[in-house]
């Protein structure tokens, strides 16, 4: 059995996919299984996966006609026979000792989860979108959504996260639908046991426009909003109390006077916060669709 099954979506992933596979092989942990699922591509990432197969064994490759990126992540969990399992989106990459160091925390700390860092991609430019200050273990649900920025970064491949649990739980991801990791991240948190976060384990995120959550749609809009919904729910149901500004704002609105910041309202479904020349100035919160 190896100690991470690292599952790989391939949706036309020409440009980017050779760098994910590169980074993913030449790891310091060698017992890996790369997991590759390809969702129908038309161009040629069929023969990059099929070339990389045939020098690197660790590489298994499933095939599927074209059904979203969370259908062949779950295809992805009904394959890996790992430990642990990992996400890596086709136009990302990791460090060299990503996996190695996050499977050497979860192990020590007998952490069913263990969470990287996170880079940002985008023009060439790198921003560090998740910073951890330290390792350290965290045990109840809130205290795991906090140390890895949820729920407003609901992102699932800087993390490990041990098979057998997810498996136990029925933790799948919801098909036909973008946005689906906001639910999926929740979810698998609060199942799972004890979370290790693990600075200096990276992961690489690239901004590519052409994939479908960067495509702004009335379905893709309508996705994202439904995402949040049900997440609250879950939260609501299983008795999770996270406040409400941490969650993106439904809608912003800035009121500038000759470029400077006069008055600015951020919007929840239920909060409304006005800022006065940047100051916080006014809380109003709903109840039962009355403002208090």
Request: hydrophobic share 40%; charged share 25%.
């Amino acid at each position: 059995m190896p100690c991470i099954s690292v599952i790989v979506p391939v949706y036309n992933a020409e440009k980017f996919l050779p760098c994910c596979l590169k980074s993913l092989r030449q790891q310091t942990l060698k017992d890996i299984e790369i997991i590759a699922v390809n969702d129908g591509s038309t161009d040629c990432s069929a023969e990059i996966l099929k070339q990389t197969a045939a020098v690197d064994k660790r590489l298994k490759i499933f095939s599927q006609k074209n059904s979203g990126v969370s259908a062949a992540r779950n295809k992805g969990l009904r394959e890996a026979v790992g430990d642990f399992v990992c996400f890596a989106d086709a136009d990302d990459y990791v460090c060299d000792s990503f996996l190695e160091k996050l499977y050497q925390a979860a192990v020590a700390a007998r952490a069913d989860i263990a969470a990287g860092e996170i880079i940002y991609i985008k023009h060439n430019k790198n921003k560090q979108l998740l910073k951890l200050k330290k390792s350290a273990i965290y045990k109840t649900t809130l205290e795991k959504y906090l140390a890895c920025g949820m729920p407003r970064q609901n992102f699932v491949w800087n993390k490990i996260y041990r098979r057998m649990v997810l498996t136990e739980s029925g933790v799948l991801f919801t098909e036909g639908m973008c946005f689906e990791d906001v639910e999926w991240s929740h979810k698998a948190l609060y199942f799972c046991g004890d979370l290790v976060t693990v600075p200096g384990a990276i992961y690489y995120y690239r901004q590519n426009s052409a994939s479908l959550a960067n495509r702004l749609t009335e379905k893709t809009l309508q996705d994202y909003k439904q995402a949040f919904v049900l997440t609250k729910k879950f939260l609501r149901l299983n008795h999770i109390d996270v406040r409400e500004d941490k969650f993106p704002v439904t809608s912003l609105i800035r009121i500038t006077f000759c470029g400077l910041p006069l008055l600015k309202i951020k919007i929840w479904d239920n909060l409304k916060i006005y800022y006065l020349l940047g100051l916080k100035w006014l809380k109003i919160r709903r109840q039962n669709n009355f403002e208090l």
